[in-house]
């Protein structure tokens, strides 16, 4: 008999696997463990380690990347994540379709006079002098080929050729222009080049299953799933949602119960709890999803509550006093008030440590 999930015991599910129930102990382990943060912004991926590792500092990330056990590199969605150098290495070669398919499409047909192969070649003898902003890259692949869109040019390059961002002296690592390296080179070892995406389908059920092949797609930007779930299906544990869709996991993964409670979490912007699935009713309350999901460029930091996101939150500073508004997007009890309010106040001492003041404020919904 096909088990059947209610959308409370995918939510608590989700959340356990991402560290949201209980925070987790090691930075490398969580990072892995959760399929990477996305990072469009140097500060979100602080965040999202502060509400998943237990007594994180955020010297634990920037050593980290010092270190170069972490990186900040475009991988799935064809988008900026926080990732371990290891699952870096590992997965790069799977996602190159996704980066290719992502930059073609962006050149709008503008990419036809390229001869790729050399483009890289140029790109990673530019690299060898030096990391460089993407800025300099381009100017650099312009003016080696005049008669072509230097921009087009740049954008290829840095989805063709695997590159990091190298991290800097800023509290968050990484400057607003950051320098790209070639990866290769900053790591110090081979990239692998087994495109095979059975470990990436695994590592993402894993992290947020169990998923349909939809909720696979949207993560992860690969097209065409479908026969890859097939092939795996023998070693794929298969159950239903309340709707009768089916879904995969792996054998063995977190499933608790549906009244473990969910303490107060808050989410930074772009986090991939927010962005993992193509139905996200597991995270987000449909009638919030408008306000959360605020345009194309944006998804809003949110708070977690008893597991589902009900309000959004940022952070306003003023020379040295910093507050943290918090928006309900629905009534919210006085219980449940002063426990947002009281893990807001802990955020804030690890965002804003230095600051004379630190208030939390809760104003009405955006």
Same mark, same amino acid.
């Given at each position: 008999?096909?088990?059947?999930?209610?959308?409370?015991?995918?939510?608590?599910?989700?959340?356990?696997?991402?560290?949201?129930?209980?925070?987790?102990?090691?930075?490398?382990?969580?990072?892995?463990?959760?399929?990477?943060?996305?990072?469009?912004?140097?500060?979100?991926?602080?965040?999202?380690?502060?509400? =998943?590792?237990?007594?994180? !500092? *955020?010297?634990?990330?920037? @050593? #980290?990347? &010092?270190?170069? $056990?972490? /990186? %900040?590199?475009?991988?799935?969605?064809?988008?900026?994540?926080?990732?371990?150098?290891?699952?870096?290495?590992?997965?790069?070669?799977?996602?190159?379709?996704?980066?290719? =398919?992502?930059?073609?499409? !962006? *050149?709008?047909?503008?990419? @036809? #006079?390229? &001869?790729?192969? $050399?483009? /890289? %070649?140029?790109?990673?003898?530019?690299?060898?002098?030096?990391?460089?902003?993407?800025?300099?890259?381009?100017?650099?692949?312009?003016?080696?080929?005049?008669?072509?869109?230097?921009?087009?040019?740049?954008?290829?390059?840095?989805?063709?050729?695997?590159?990091?961002?190298?991290?800097?002296?800023?509290?968050?690592?990484?400057?607003?222009?950051?320098?790209?390296?070639?990866?290769?080179?900053?790591?110090?070892?081979?990239?692998?080049?087994?495109?095979?995406?059975?470990?990436?389908?695994?590592?993402?059920?894993?992290?947020?299953?169990?998923?349909?092949?939809?909720?696979?797609?949207?993560?992860?930007?690969?097209?065409?799933?479908?026969?890859?779930?097939?092939?795996?299906?023998?070693?794929?544990?298969?159950?239903?949602?309340?709707?009768?869709?089916?879904?995969?996991?792996?054998?063995?993964?977190?499933?608790?119960?549906?009244?473990?409670?969910?303490?107060?979490?808050?989410?930074?912007?772009?986090?991939?709890?927010?962005?993992?699935?193509?139905?996200?009713?597991?995270?987000?309350?449909?009638?919030?999803?408008?306000?959360?999901?605020?345009?194309?460029?944006?998804?809003?930091?949110?708070?977690?509550?008893?597991?589902?996101?009900?309000?959004?939150?940022?952070?306003?500073?003023?020379?040295?006093?910093?507050?943290?508004?918090?928006?309900?997007?629905?009534?919210?009890?006085?219980?449940?008030?002063?426990?947002?309010?009281?893990?807001?106040?802990?955020?804030?001492?690890?965002?804003?440590?230095?600051?004379?003041?630190?208030?939390?404020?809760?104003?009405?919904?955006?």
């Amino acid at each position: 008999m096909t088990t059947v999930l209610p959308l409370r015991a995918l939510n608590r599910a989700t959340l356990a696997r991402q560290r949201l129930l209980a925070r987790g102990t090691t930075l490398a382990d969580v990072l892995a463990g959760v399929g990477g943060l996305q990072a469009q912004a140097p500060f979100p991926p602080f965040v999202g380690l502060w509400s =998943r590792v237990a007594d994180f !500092a *955020s010297d634990h990330l920037r @050593a #980290a990347l &010092d270190a170069r $056990a972490v /990186v %900040r590199a475009t991988l799935q969605r064809a988008t900026l994540h926080v990732v371990t150098a290891d699952d870096f290495v590992r997965f790069r070669a799977a996602l190159q379709p996704v980066l290719t =398919r992502a930059w073609m499409s !962006a *050149s709008r047909g503008r990419a @036809a #006079a390229i &001869d790729l192969e $050399a483009l /890289v %070649r140029e790109a990673k003898a530019r690299l060898r002098a030096g990391a460089c902003t993407a800025a300099a890259l381009r100017d650099h692949l312009g003016a080696l080929h005049p008669g072509l869109d230097p921009q087009v040019l740049s954008l290829a390059v840095r989805h063709e050729l695997p590159m990091v961002q190298t991290p800097g002296r800023g509290a968050w690592s990484f400057p607003a222009s950051p320098a790209f390296a070639d990866a290769e080179a900053w790591l110090g070892r081979p990239l692998g080049g087994d495109r095979d995406l059975a470990p990436l389908l695994r590592r993402y059920l894993e992290a947020f299953g169990p998923a349909t092949v939809a909720d696979f797609q949207t993560w992860s930007g690969v097209r065409g799933a479908r026969p890859l779930f097939e092939g795996l299906r023998p070693e794929l544990e298969v159950i239903r949602d309340e709707h009768g869709r089916e879904l995969f996991d792996v054998e063995g993964a977190p499933r608790p119960d549906v009244d473990t409670p969910a303490p107060p979490r808050f989410v930074p912007d772009w986090d991939n709890l927010l962005l993992a699935h193509d139905d996200r009713t597991r995270i987000i309350p449909p009638e919030h999803r408008p306000t959360i999901f605020f345009s194309a460029q944006r998804v809003r930091a949110t708070v977690l509550v008893d597991g589902f996101a009900a309000a959004v939150w940022d952070i306003e500073r003023s020379r040295d006093a910093v507050v943290l508004v918090v928006r309900p997007l629905a009534p919210m009890s006085g219980r449940a008030r002063n426990d947002v309010a009281d893990e807001g106040a802990r955020l804030l001492a690890f965002t804003d440590p230095g600051a004379r003041t630190r208030d939390v404020r809760f104003d009405a919904a955006p």
